[in-house]
């Protein structure tokens, strides 16, 4: 878990809303139901800004699965993008994106949100973000990989805590906006309608109360994050299992891209403490240190980035992470070293206070004097629910936006610091078009919520079972196997893959998913989540990673070159009639075995020619 930050005060935990006053509710004893305009998914920048632009044609309830604050966006360390420079432009903006993507971009998608980026950025300014100045008043605008120009706007490094303060308060202050903490989305609600499937909605566990909620709206928007979690190693906060993509891909919305995870180069290296059952993020150690000219160096002393890349440690991310990985397997070491000792200890101070203090506080490192031992880690879900350029799904009702998405904004790759702007942007492009589908589809709509309703609440409940001593046993068994799952990515599905591998991953990953099948079975474990709440969140974020690690396998054997953060030695370069996303548009069991048998084929076409 990251440590607090000693420089900033905390958000407390937002006092839980009653809303049956203001939306819609039926409730029995056992089950609850909640009739909204709009169900938002997360409370990160994406799904804060939705609602906020939302909220004044509708009532709004964000369900969120910790506190309010939490999530990826609080720990964004670098910043956002914009061009505010007079030597900037956008054509620049747009070309470092291009290029950072590996030219798998969706052109119009980049278009749109480099030249909506700056207005976008000044909109949070103008809400009262605090963003560092230079010595003439002026918006500071650092470096980060990728970057032909200073364009990153920043709050020292602690923007995304600075942004989440001010879209929270915002939030707050709305009175069409009810939060619901420690709700955790389950699986989206989906009915037939005609030959339409749409969504109108989403079930939900309430975790104080181990309750299931259903929230039934005209417009559900997924901003629920990224999937760091599959792998053992990531900068992401622990809410992010990668729910909203599991759920949409079993409603069978289209996803896409998964394939592209993104590895950063520079987390911090701590030695393991063995402690079994332990699940934890790293720290980050932020772009922008590379920005302000940190290098990096191998355990001998060397810097090595020279051998790998004309741009050296600004190259984008998945070359160095790629060259890292590289030096810690030719040497055999645990990591690597980012050196910044060569600036002023001020500067250094100025611009990465938390850094330091982090450092200082918890491995007794002096950034202005001792390099910074990193490694990579997961940290971005590059792919997702595909969207358009709306933000509008395959499934009618369901938008997408975030990390949870994939607008088509970062290709094979994404630029340093693209991601906030991208939730900024697309927050506004779906709050339009989802504002407008609510106000079509409302009356057409009440019929189908109300036999949604009815059938939620005629659920039968399962009866607690009377020795409850096992549930203890049943969290252990959980995250044994999570911890197999994490393991097996990560040897697998990595940074470097290959087909023998990923087809390796595919057998295990199944193998763990019919063993938690079995101890389902065994232990009864439906009936224990009755009686608590924390093996239930368990088990179902266990099932989304599953869900997800299984989308990154098949999509990784759909793709045969190699491109932006997908290596494999099955095909080391890019082929330009593979230049297009990968999507998984059918139920993922079958793609599954589609693309396992293609795969076994190519494979054995490919032996035979080596042997003849």
Not at 38 to 60: P, T
Not at 311 to 340: F, N, T
Not at 458 to 481: G, I, Y
């Amino acid at each position: 878990m990251y440590s607090s930050c000693p420089l900033l005060t905390t958000f407390s935990t937002l006092e839980h809303i009653s809303t049956t006053a203001t939306l819609g509710r039926k409730a029995n004893d056992d089950h609850t139901v909640i009739n909204t305009d709009f169900v938002v998914v997360g409370s990160g920048i994406a799904g804060l800004s939705y609602a906020l632009r939302v909220a004044d044609h509708g009532k709004v309830a964000i369900v969120t699965k910790d506190v309010a604050h939490e999530g990826s966006t609080r720990y964004a360390q670098g910043g956002i993008c914009a061009v505010l420079d007079a030597n900037d432009s956008v054509e620049s903006h747009i070309s470092d994106t291009l290029v950072a993507g590996d030219f798998l971009c969706d052109l119009h998608a980049v278009e749109m949100v480099c030249s909506e980026g700056a207005a976008a950025v000044l909109e949070l300014v103008d809400m009262g973000a605090e963003f560092t100045r230079s010595s003439s008043g002026e918006l500071h605008l650092t470096r980060e990989g990728g970057h032909e120009h200073n364009r990153i706007v920043h709050a020292a490094d602690m923007t995304g805590r600075e942004i989440e303060r001010v879209l929270v308060e915002k939030a707050l202050a709305h009175p069409n906006i009810h939060f619901y903490e420690k709700h955790f989305a389950t699986d989206l609600v989906t009915v037939q309608d005609g030959e339409v499937t749409r969504c109108i909605g989403i079930d939900v566990v309430d975790r104080s109360t181990n309750k299931d909620i259903r929230f039934v709206s005209t417009v559900t928007m997924l901003a629920a994050g990224g999937a760091g979690h599959i792998y053992p190693n990531t900068t992401n906060p622990l809410v992010a299992t990668g729910d909203g993509i599991a759920m949409a891909a079993r409603a069978k919305a289209h996803i896409a891209n998964m394939e592209f995870m993104q590895f950063h180069p520079t987390s911090l290296y701590v030695e393991p403490d063995g402690a079994a059952g332990t699940r934890d993020s790293v720290f980050l150690i932020t772009e922008a240190v590379r920005g302000e000219g940190g290098l990096l160096y191998n355990a001998a002393g060397e810097r090595f980035m020279p051998k790998y890349d004309s741009r050296l440690e600004l190259a984008p991310r998945d070359v160095v992470a790629r060259s890292i990985d590289d030096q810690l397997k030719k040497h055999g070491d645990k990591c690597v070293y980012l050196d910044i000792t060569h600036k002023p200890a001020k500067e250094i101070m100025e611009h990465f206070p938390n850094i330091a203090a982090h450092l200082q506080d918890n491995l007794g490192l002096d950034i202005t004097k001792d390099r910074i031992p990193v490694v990579p880690a997961m940290h971005y879900t590059c792919g997702g629910v595909k969207t358009g350029l709306k933000g509008d799904t395959s499934l009618p009702g369901l938008y997408a936006t975030g990390e949870a998405a994939y607008t088509g904004l970062h290709g094979a790759n994404r630029l340093a610091s693209n991601s906030l702007l991208e939730g900024l942007v697309y927050s506004l492009k779906a709050a339009s078009a989802s504002t407008k589908y609510a106000q079509m589809n409302a009356r057409q709509a009440s019929s189908l919520f109300e036999d949604a309703a009815e059938e939620f609440s005629s659920r039968e409940l399962l009866s607690p079972p009377e020795d409850a001593k096992s549930v203890e046993h049943a969290l252990k068994v959980l995250m044994n196997l999570r911890q197999k799952l994490q393991a097996t990515m990560w040897e697998n599905a990595g940074i470097v893959r290959s087909n023998t591998r990923l087809l390796d991953a595919m057998e295990q990953v199944k193998r763990l998913r019919m063993e938690l099948e079995a101890i389902s079975s065994e232990v009864d474990l439906g009936s224990l989540a009755t009686i608590d709440c924390e093996l239930k969140v368990e088990h179902f974020e266990l099932l989304n990673l599953f869900t997800v690690s299984e989308l990154v396998v098949v999509s990784a054997m759909m793709r045969k070159e190699s491109r932006g953060l997908h290596y494999t030695t099955d095909y080391p370069y890019k082929v330009e009639g593979e230049r297009r996303p990968t999507v998984i548009n059918t139920p993922l069991k079958s793609a599954r075995k589609k693309i396992r048998r293609m795969v076994t084929l190519d494979m054995g076409k490919r032996e035979m020619e080596v042997s003849s």
